[in-house]
């Protein structure tokens, strides 16, 4: 099965600062990599995605970026505000499930 | 107002005890899954289904069961088999398998 590593496990940053988090996945042939913000209680939601056949994605302050030979995949936050903090998990698709990263809680400071 | 239900929102259960976790959508997707989450830890899939009437297990299924009579739930039944069940658990849904999924608000189950 597929196998995701994520670092680091905690991340402090100023607000107004960038927040870069990061993954890596065993199997080559994981071709869908979700990004998932979760609140205290909530559910995840879904924050961000990128397939196998893209290298990079925007959406306002946040983009992902992909790299396959490396098998990793990161996370970048610009211009973090309060908002931000939360728990952000990475995924990656292996024969139709989802694999999870253990999670990396982002603390926003004013 | 479409997404994904579960519950209750917290739940209590006796060791020894079978207990059922709901999760209703109405997204109309085909794939249905079931989460484990533990403090500090990611999602863990117990199980999860493509199509109606037909279901797998994922990577921590014993002690878990499913069914899947009705495209628009997923329940997930904790049997006593299940050595350690205190955790908060996670339905979620897809339009097919591989495509994103939306989750649910999850059910925190407690052993007393």
């Known amino acids: 099965g597929e196998n995701v590593e994520q670092h680091p496990s905690t991340l402090s940053v100023q607000e107004g600062d960038s927040a870069v988090i990061k993954c890596t996945y065993s199997?080559?042939?994981?071709?869908?990599f979700p990004w998932y913000k979760q609140e205290l209680g909530k559910g995840p939601q879904l924050i961000i995605d990128i397939r196998s056949n893209v290298g990079e994605k925007k959406d306002q302050r946040i983009a992902v970026t992909l790299n396959k030979t490396a098998k990793h995949f990161s996370l970048h936050i610009t211009e973090t505000q309060p908002e931000d903090s939360a728990v952000y998990f990475c995924?990656?698709?292996?024969?139709?499930?989802?694999?999870f990263g253990a999670g990396t809680t982002v603390t926003v400071r004013a | 107002d479409g997404g994904i239900t579960q519950s209750p929102k917290y739940l209590f259960r006796k060791e020894g005890q079978n207990v059922t976790l709901s999760c209703e959508q109405n997204l109309n997707h085909d794939a249905m899954y079931w989460y484990r989450q533990d403090p500090g830890q990611g999602l863990r899939l117990i199980y999860y289904s493509q199509i109606v009437n037909d279901f797998q297990k994922g990577d921590i299924a014993e002690g878990y069961s499913v069914s899947r009579e009705k495209k628009e739930s997923f329940p997930l039944t904790v049997t006593s088999a299940q050595k350690n069940p205190t955790a908060f658990y996670l339905c979620a849904s897809s339009m097919g398998s591989g495509d994103e999924q939306f989750f649910g608000p999850g059910t925190r189950l407690t052993v007393l």
């Open positions: 199997d080559s042939a994981s071709n869908y």
């Open positions: 995924a990656a698709n292996l024969d139709y499930k989802l694999s």
